[in-house]
């Protein structure tokens, strides 16, 4: 077993993520999900085997005018405990923005992982098509 995931996303239009949004990477489409592990319904990652995990996530952002925005990796446990893993908050304001997470965590059977985006001041922001959820077991 040597799963992995790239899962990309279609651009959305006038996403309000004031009280935060499960970015539905993979909507757009999954060049490859060895052991469809990643799921395209849910945008989780479920880990079929313990062990340590790489995960890298980019999002970008455009027309934001809020005051500042953040895309956070979730880690939910077995016992739905959620923690945050990783996390890049930024407080300009662009035309285009790029978010970009990196973390290694180490999950047992069961535990899934995805990409929660939040933002404030701005109730209405574009996701684009470049960006991308990829990840896969380190051992």
Same mark, same amino acid.
């Not at 479920?46 to 790489?54: C, E, I, L, N, R």
């Not at 979730?74 to 973390?103: C, F, M, P, W």
């Given at each position: 077993l040597q799963p992995s995931f790239s899962a990309r996303l279609t651009s959305q239009s006038s996403v309000n993520a004031t009280s935060g949004y499960t970015v539905p990477y993979g909507s757009h489409s999954v060049p490859h999900n060895i052991g469809s592990h990643f799921s395209t319904s849910t945008y989780k990652f479920t880990a079929p085997v313990a062990g340590s995990y790489f995960f890298s996530a980019q999002l970008r952002v455009d027309g934001f005018g809020g005051s500042y925005s953040y895309l956070t990796l979730k880690h939910e446990a077995t016992n739905g405990t959620l923690t945050d893993r990783a996390r890049d908050l930024t407080s300009v304001q662009a035309t285009y923005k790029n978010h970009s997470i990196i973390a290694v965590v180490y999950m047992t059977v069961g535990e899934k992982v995805y990409?929660? /985006?939040?933002?404030?001041?701005?109730? $209405?922001?574009? &996701?684009? $098509?470049? $960006?991308? /959820?990829?990840?896969? &077991?380190?051992?």
């Amino acid at each position: 077993l040597q799963p992995s995931f790239s899962a990309r996303l279609t651009s959305q239009s006038s996403v309000n993520a004031t009280s935060g949004y499960t970015v539905p990477y993979g909507s757009h489409s999954v060049p490859h999900n060895i052991g469809s592990h990643f799921s395209t319904s849910t945008y989780k990652f479920t880990a079929p085997v313990a062990g340590s995990y790489f995960f890298s996530a980019q999002l970008r952002v455009d027309g934001f005018g809020g005051s500042y925005s953040y895309l956070t990796l979730k880690h939910e446990a077995t016992n739905g405990t959620l923690t945050d893993r990783a996390r890049d908050l930024t407080s300009v304001q662009a035309t285009y923005k790029n978010h970009s997470i990196i973390a290694v965590v180490y999950m047992t059977v069961g535990e899934k992982v995805y990409v929660d /985006f939040r933002e404030n001041g701005d109730g $209405s922001v574009n &996701l684009d $098509s470049d $960006s991308w /959820f990829n990840g896969y &077991l380190l051992g």
